[in-house]
């Protein structure tokens, strides 16, 4: 199992960034898919989630309405929307899948919201 996440980046407070994460070694589309992040100093947390067929979602509070997962089953991969950031988004953000009672995470893709 492989899960790549791309898109990181520095942006500005209001600015938008997509990230992606492709995922390869297992049946992609059987599989819910997540995306989590962790600040400096905090413990890592669930920002968003999409069933298998991304038929639904689920978000973390802090982030309803300014972000948004969707997924490319052709594709093998699932990506986060994210729009309006505010400073506190700030974090690396880490792709997720959980496989046969195994959690498997990529590297992280470290997104800097800072004027």
């Known amino acids: 199992v492989q899960l790549v996440e791309s898109g ?3 942006v500005q407070p209001g600015g938008s960034l997509r990230l992606s994460c492709a995922a390869s070694g297992f049946t992609f589309s059987r599989y ?3 995306w989590y992040r962790q600040a400096p100093g905090k413990e890592r947390e669930l920002v968003a989630v ?3 067929a991304g038929g639904s979602t689920n978000y973390a ?3 309803k309405g300014r972000f948004t997962i969707s997924r490319d089953n052709a594709k093998n991969t699932v990506y986060l929307q994210m729009n309006s950031l505010k400073p506190e988004d700030t974090a690396v953000y ?3 899948a959980r496989i046969s009672m195994r959690t498997y995470w990529g590297q992280g893709t470290q997104v800097t919201v800072s004027s």
């Open 8 to 10: 990181g980046g520095l």
């Open 32 to 34: 819910v898919m997540s």
């Open 50 to 52: 999409i069933t298998s």
């Open 61 to 63: 509070e802090s982030v």
């Open 94 to 96: 880490y792709c997720n």
